[in-house]
């Protein structure tokens, strides 16, 4: 009778173990797999970070794990749902070890990158980041110095490693792309290999591939203004920067990404409504970036059989955010009106993608997955006077959560 304990993201008690060889039969076996992965850390000029890490605790399974009743699931992957002791299967886990990602648009611990990296880490994958060159220097920094070390923490209780952190302008596809103000502006000095094309080349010849690409950019210099006081420049710079900076990335490390693998981007409910204040072409990003999806989906699919779905997040209060200006109104907004009365957490947007990017979701692609707290399905808001005669459903107080 075997012990067993799990280091991935868990549903129910259960493990999940996969092959990609489904020419050879699998026999049922006591014992599941231990998902500890173990990553080291360098940073982009070569040298070794070295930071304090909790020992590997996995997490104890809350029974001993007699049997294990195997099935053999067509596709890429094979799943081996473990039975608890009365013979039924008692869950999947998402697990993406042996798996490498390439998360584009980590600059510090509050965003929905970190979230997913978080996530992908915790379920096994090895986690390589894209960082914008002006903000590389503060963020390698302070992972050095362990300001982030709390929030690095994983499920088990280990710490979330960084293979490898990247300089990256995603703005700009290759060096020649790349004016000349920009090449010898203060903010970039020191740095290089840091266009997308560089960054594709440059990961080739570290790591050989990645299996998961993420795209976590967005940014828009008018995004204060509404969208008929916004200029030409602004509103290109804005689609560049958060729409075809994910096609870019996308045409460039489609080569090194290995077959059955997943792309993921995020969007926002503005690309399909009105959201006054979220402007500057911002709106128009986000709805050209879930149009790509579905197209880039089909593309790639076919050619590459590689995965691309969006993830249309609710609003976070993270550094990048509060340059709109009004995110509290938006979250206390979403907070009323959406049908879980409840914070949305950056975790929840980072097991999405974590879910995403598994085989457990071998055959979605091309979709744009809500989580927001089911905010996008409302056609009005409910905390509007014209509604306050109406009875609202209101939450029973045995369910609701403490």
Known sequence: MAAATASGLQLARAAVCSSHSTSVPITARSGVCNLTPIIS?????????????????????????????????????EIRAVANDNGAPSG???????????????????????????????AGAEILVGTWVPALNIFETSLKRGKFDESRVLPNGSMMEISKIYPLDAIYDTLEDVPEDVKTNK????ASNWTVQEVAESVKQDFGSIDILVHSLANGSEVSKPLLETSRKGYLAAVSASSYSFVSLLKHFLPIINP????????????????????????????????????????????????VNTISAGPLRSRAAKAIGFI???????????????????????????????????????????????????????????????????AEKSKTPA
């Open 92 to 122: 999947l886990s998402i697990d993406l070890r042996g798996k490498r990602a390439f998360i584009a648009g980590i600059a510090d611990d509050n965003g929905y990158g970190w979230a997913i990296a978080k996530s992908l880490a915790a």
């Open 328 to 394: 509290d109104t938006i979250i206390e907004y979403s907070m009323a009106n959406a049908p879980l009365q409840k914070d949305l957490l950056a975790d929840e947007i980072g097991n999405a993608a974590a879910f995403l990017a598994s085989p457990l979701a071998s055959a979605i692609t091309g979709t744009v997955a809500y989580v927001d707290n089911g905010l996008h399905a409302m056609g009005v808001g409910v905390d509007s006077p014209a509604f306050s005669e109406l009875a609202m459903p209101q």
């Open 260 to 307: 059955s693998g997943s792309t993921i981007s995020l969007t926002y409910i503005a690309s399909e409504r009105i959201i006054p204040g979220y402007g500057g072409g911002m709106s128009s990003a986000k709805a050209a970036l879930e149009s790509d999806t579905r197209v880039l989906a089909f593309e790639a699919g076919r050619r590459y059989n590689i995965r």
């Open 41 to 77: 850390f360098a940073s982009s000029r070569g040298t070794r970070i070295q930071s304090s890490s909790f020992p590997h605790s996995p997490m104890q399974l809350s029974r001993t794990i007699k049997t294990e009743a195997v099935k053999r699931i067509r596709g890429p992957t």
């Open 187 to 190: 903010r970039y000095a020191g």
